[in-house]
């Protein structure tokens, strides 16, 4: 008990995760060879550990015990269990939307397997739970003229009263938060490419508001792909309407926001469907006055020929 075998590719993120989602620390991790743990060899047996898998130890209070070179019995059967649980979880299910879907996957069928195990025994002899290491590096960048910043040369959007000022940037593995004067204005889901673009529409509804017909091939509205389809169908001869919607709306996400458009598409077309049963219920009605009509006509005429 207390000792932990760890070969994640990832130093910290896995760690943070790890201990949060247990409730506490092993005092003893045990890891392989890999760069990211063992900066280089010094001699036949030293290593010098990496410096970010220090500091993550010393905040945690667990000790480093790092395998022997081509000592397969002191890793155990640790690279066994990779292998049976990618079969158990990705088996019969192994195509996935996004990388999120499948982490949410992984992570139903991982509590899944672990109904009947004995790990509540092990809890109780863990390191007392400490706050999530945090784990952002931080850097400094101006606001260009378009509202965006550059990191790693990714371009983010940030809302438009910030152009020409300085921000700054708290970079994760996920994602990046921007913050101003000490407050935070924005986040992004981090994005990974020379010249990637990652725009968020609500950082330039002033500007769209004094310039509606600039919506209509704008690079915000072209990001969400959903949003344009709407757009084209819906409020392309309205865009001053479409982007009054979006600031009524300002305070909820992009995806309740979504909803909102297609429930107002929804209604417009059951209105539309009715006002057609309306013209239809006219038409029917008219139609059946002309025959009755028609008919008495008839009936009238044929009893005149009678009389005579």
């Given amino acids: ?102 982490r949410e996957y992984a992570v139903s069928r991982l509590n899944k397997l672990n109904e009947e195990s004995k790990i509540d025994e092990e809890q109780a002899r863990l390191l007392p739970a400490m706050p999530p290491l945090e784990l952002a590096s931080i850097c400094e960048c101006k606001v260009d003229k378009s509202s965006l ?57 002033n500007t769209l508001h004094k310039k509606p017909g600039a919506i209509k091939n704008s690079v915000a509205l072209k990001s969400i792909p959903k949003l344009k389809a709407l757009f084209d169908k819906h409020y392309s001869k309205k865009p001053k309407q479409f982007i009054e919607i979006f600031q009524e709306n300002k305070h909820l996400t992009i995806e309740e926001i979504l909803e909102i458009f297609e429930q107002k598409t929804a209604i417009r077309g059951e209105i539309r469907a009715l006002d057609v049963v309306k013209s239809v219920s006219q038409v029917d009605v008219l139609t059946r006055s002309l025959i009755d009509n028609y008919a008495s006509l008839l009936v009238s005429g044929g009893g005149a020929k009678l009389e005579k």
């Fill in 1 to 102: 008990m207390g000792k932990l075998i760890f070969v994640q590719k990832c130093v910290d993120k896995p760690h943070v995760q790890f201990f949060s989602m247990m409730g506490g620390v092993w005092r003893e991790i045990v890891y392989d060879n890999m760069k990211n743990v063992v900066t280089k060899f010094i001699g036949k047996n030293d290593k010098e550990i990496n410096e970010d898998l220090v500091k993550i130890s010393m905040y945690y209070g667990f000790k480093i015990n790092v395998t022997n070179c081509f000592s397969g019995n002191e890793k155990g059967s640790v690279e066994k269990s990779v292998d049976i649980l990618r079969n158990e979880i990705f088996a019969t299910n192994w195509s996935f939307l996004s990388l999120d879907d499948a």
């Fill in 149 to 205: 910043i550059s990191v790693d040369c990714v371009k983010y959007s940030v809302p438009e009263h910030l152009v020409g000022k300085h921000v700054i940037v708290k970079k994760y593995l996920e994602k990046i938060c921007v913050y101003a004067e000490n407050q935070p204005v924005c986040t992004h889901k981090r994005a990974f490419g020379n010249g990637t673009l990652q725009i968020d529409i609500m950082h330039y509804l």
